[in-house]
């Protein structure tokens, strides 16, 4: 199978996040960045379709060189290949921009993938649109947020996660899918997978390179502002014998917060 | 005209759909605008509930193919009716279904979408979206330069009008039998399995009861069902640890990892409060949290913190909150 997998580097999620003072972006200086997690079953299920069926992974990056990074992780887990579209413009919280570059990208360089996989939506945009615009651009079935999938010939079955409930989605390939946690469980980078990642080359592909239209890469979207989200205070704490606790607690759901 | 996307689960409404044809014709009506509502198949027994929340008119979208949702036939469908009517926004609830359907028809027409807003302001008659990013740790005002302006509304943020049904002129329907221009390769909904005992999903309950690594293990999660089957529209839910030690499937999972929840009431048992998880919690309206440690992070965001052992105050809890809901 021909299996491309898109990755998007973040800030770690278990960061505390600084707003730039222009509140246009986030303070990047002494931030660690990580592969956006949702990302790594994505390239952990290309990894295992690959091993029961045969064929090619390839990790792709939009971002900054400095996503080399992750993409080298990527080929440490196993991926065959990895490729960076070099954009510098800043966290933008658009879809369109790079879902543009993705779908120009797979016309020009892989016109005979299989499956495109996706993690659910990239921790910070959190937008989860990148990968149902990609499938639009290229005029194939989508199937987001998935936690089970099994592929037999030129067909999928996929379980994606709705409310309370899961959905079993039948589609054809080539398809988009986008993973959720609960998919599997992603390996680690062994050290021989280290030791090869490093010698292998990653192309970088400058973004205005791949011929995409002026109407996609237009901002579509004026930041107004990014700012800390009103802090809560606190609220009193207390320490009783379970029984009282007990009571307080409906007392202040009752009386208080007039919850029940 | 600004229009909503009207989705049903098992022929019904869902009430996040309702929650954004609300706020839109709240804020709609601000700007002198109408509110038209789209429903797509035939399955729709009662709209009385479009015209309580704001809805002028429905146009009602009927076609073989589209009884069962698909993404690729909807956004065919919606994109056709937007080119007829030419809305000035369209608006989603920010379900599953809305989060997989917005991002294709935002393709189609070549214009942003606005992910999971919370808020919208109006400005010198212009519109700003508010919308959480880095999982709630920062929140951002946009503007769009496309149009029509497309954005998901974050279920359980914006409140239901409350006007009686008889009180309410029924709009207009107007019914439209879509011929469809779509002959791509499509994704199908051949089954919806549920998951056994969970009907409410933690984005869309009002109520949380959530169990992190102070539950100790899988069964002790039975305590946070008990509860639940006392209070309506609850659902239980997780922090990340109690997930990966296998002790409750990941779809309870709240936090950055997880989802992000603002039911009326977090009830926390055991839950420390990581930065992940309070990204993902604390915009809900009212916090109670039970932990031993009394330094534990998630005390800084609980309206009610309680110091002592969940094993103890659950079962007294269980038998007040009886006597309070009898009542």
Known sequence: MNLLVFVKRVPDTESKIRIAPDGQGIVEEGLNFIISPYDEYAVEEALRLREAKGGKVTVVCVGKEEALLILRKCLAMGADEALLIKDSAPESFEGLRVAAAIASLVKQRFPNFDLLLFGKQSFGADNAQVPAMVAELLGIPQVNVVVKLIIE????????????????????????????????????????????????????????????????????????????????????????????????IVRFLREEAKII | MWLVFIEKREGKIKKSSLETLAETSRRAEELDLEVAAVVVGSSFENLTPLWVQGAKKTYWLKGEDLEVYS??????????????????????????????????????????????CTRIIISNGSLLFVRPVYAGKALLTLKLKTKPFLATLRPNVFPLKEIKDENIAPGEIIEKTIGLNYNGPVAKVVEIVREEGAELDVTEAEVIISGGRGMKAAENFNLLRELSTLIPRSAIGASRAAVDSGWIGHQHQVGQTGKTVCPNLYLAFGISGSIQHLAGMSGSKVIVAVNKDPEAPIFKVADLGVVGDLFQIIPPLKEELRKALAE
């Open chain 2, 71 to 116: 993404p690729e036939i909807y956004a065919q469908v919606l994109y056709e009716l937007i080119q007829q009517i030419k809305p000035e926004a369209v608006f989603f609830a920010g379900t599953a279904l809305g989060r997989d359907l917005a991002p294709r028809l935002a393709a189609k027409l070549r214009v942003a979408l606005v992910s999971d």
């Open chain 1, 153 to 248: 010939g030129r067909n999928g079955v996929a379980y994606r996660e709705i409310e309370g409930a899961l959905e079993k989605v039948v589609f054809s390939l080539p398809a988009v899918i986008s993973a959720q946690k609960g998919l599997n469980e992603p390996r680690y980078e062994t050290l021989k997978g280290i030791m090869a990642a490093k010698k292998k080359e990653i192309p970088i592909i400058p973004i205005d390179e791949l011929g995409i239209s002026e109407d996609f890469l237009t901002p579509k979207m004026e930041i107004i502002k990014l700012e800390m989200p009103p802090t809560k205070k606190a609220g009193r704490i207390i320490q009783l014998p379970p029984e009282e606790a007990a009571k307080e």
